[in-house]
């Protein structure tokens, strides 16, 4: 069974691998030039937790702006890498049943000797261990090209698309999207119809994963400070602001994404008392709810969890819906 469920995905496993090193000879002449480049602007020194002067913060902040105007464009890049572990499930979890349904050889695979349950484990077993193994080459390798950019941004590992790029995370996506291809498989018999549910529901179950669930992983914390002052406190860099804001003194939201600062007895832009265009009261402050940037790799624990656990109850019920296929 192992020897016949290679010889029908070794064509594939081979473009697969193909496709692998293809895509990390264009990326790692990329990755070794933006480490140069950080390098050489002294950006290392930049991003440790230690006090400076005001001229090399200012020369810091020089040196960030330029790297992010010389490598910002890589983010569109990024963007195209994430589909990378759904591409995995269209072409290796959805034809896996959906196929020999549709051509009719699963009546011939399924009387030989195999029973229906020890096809779909082996199966599933091996196909699962192999999207395992890409995902995890996929992970280290990403974790390592996207290291510069995200010290580079405010908003660190934990921003959108980076976090989705790196660490375990990209396991439990590849394992997800090869089981739901599966699943789809077993439902819609043929290959077309599955793989655009796998498609579908893919980007559905990830965009509301990161958008509803992610940031409430751990209760968000909250930071205060004085519309009037000496200046904005920094967070740790890396730290993924939620939201923003100014409030009254009584804790009402007076305008959104957005802060200001004046100094002491200072005036605002336009000359009246600092946020007075804004129908701020006395009292008023900024307000900013964050998650913490060492919070990382909880965060991808707790969403590779989650996507697993999704993929294992998918495979669950294909092994139930392949025993009872006529």
Known sequence: MIWLTWRQHRKLAFFTLLGFVALAALMVPIGLSMRHTFADLGLAECIRPVATSEAAANACNAGFHRFTNQYGSLNLVAVLLITLPVLVGLFWGAPLVAREVEHGTHRFAWTQGVGRTRWALVKFGLVGAAAVLLAVCYGLGMSWWVEPLTQATQEGRLGMIVFDLQGIAPIGYTLFAVALGIFAGTVWKRMLPAMGITLAGYVGVRAAVAILARPHYQPARTQTFPIEGEGIPELSRGDWILSMGIRNADGTMVAEDTRIQCPPGGKGPTGKACGEELGIG?????????????????????????????????????????????
Request: charged residues 20%; aromatic residues 18%; proline residues 4%.
């Open 282 to 326: 006395p009292g008023a402050y900024n307000w900013e709810l964050y998650q913490p940037a060492d919070r990382f790799w909880l965060f991808q624990t707790i969403e590779t969890g989650v996507f697993v656990a999704l993929a294992l109850i998918l495979l669950y019920l294909a092994v139930r819906r392949v025993r009872r296929i006529a």
